[in-house]
């Protein structure tokens, strides 16, 4: 019903926005992921999602529309409510959890307070299959390369790294760099770890 709403800033919190819409401030519940990308200038527009509930009508605001699609694709998801999916897009990024799903990465998923393991296996079988449409990800190139991954993941919990810290680090590097191979993976992950 609302799909976006512009206007003057009034308000920011890492939770919450007030926008000044010609005279109406419209309280949106925020990820922190919107959080960081909120200019600091006056001017605003964040793309909305409206939750009607029978004692509250709440609205959701978004940096993106990618974001506010996945938002919308996890609240299909039986067992996830608003507040789950926005915690979902607070510690991770949209991208991440997107990747996360369409690689089946269910570790990743559950990492996430609040997730446990059924909840997190029940957010990839359901999602895999629609984030892959969606998205248009080939599942070929999304496995194309694992062993390098692999072979890197393996060499950095050997060196006393954390499997979930180590995890995030590779993907994002292997997602920068989708031909590196183990060597640089690694060498760049100790960078950043």
């Not at 600091?40 to 709440?58: F, G, M, P």
């Amino acid at each position: 019903m609302i799909t976006h709403i512009q206007g003057k800033l009034v308000e920011k919190n890492p939770t919450d926005v007030v926008i000044d819409c010609n005279g109406v401030g419209y309280l949106l519940n925020i990820s922190l992921h919107t959080f960081s990308q909120i200019p600091d200038s006056e001017a605003l527009k964040l793309y909305s999602h409206l939750i009607v509930r029978e004692d509250s009508h709440t609205l959701y605001g978004f940096s993106s529309i990618a974001e506010r699609e996945i938002f919308k694709l996890l609240l299909s998801v039986s067992g996830i409510g608003a507040n789950t999916a926005r915690t979902m897009l607070s510690s991770l990024s949209p991208q991440e959890v997107k990747e996360g799903i369409a690689h089946g990465d269910v570790a990743l998923i559950q990492s996430i307070k609040g997730i446990g393991a059924k909840t997190a296996a029940r957010v990839v079988l359901d999602l895999k299959d629609k984030i892959l449409k969606v998205y248009d990800i080939d599942e070929v190139s999304v496995n194309k390369n694992n062993t390098n991954k692999d072979e890197a993941l393996s060499a950095l919990e050997v060196l006393g790294f954390a499997k979930k810290q180590s995890e995030r680090v590779v993907d994002k590097i292997v997602s920068l760099q989708p031909d590196a191979t183990p060597e640089f993976i690694i060498k760049e992950a100790l960078k950043k770890l």
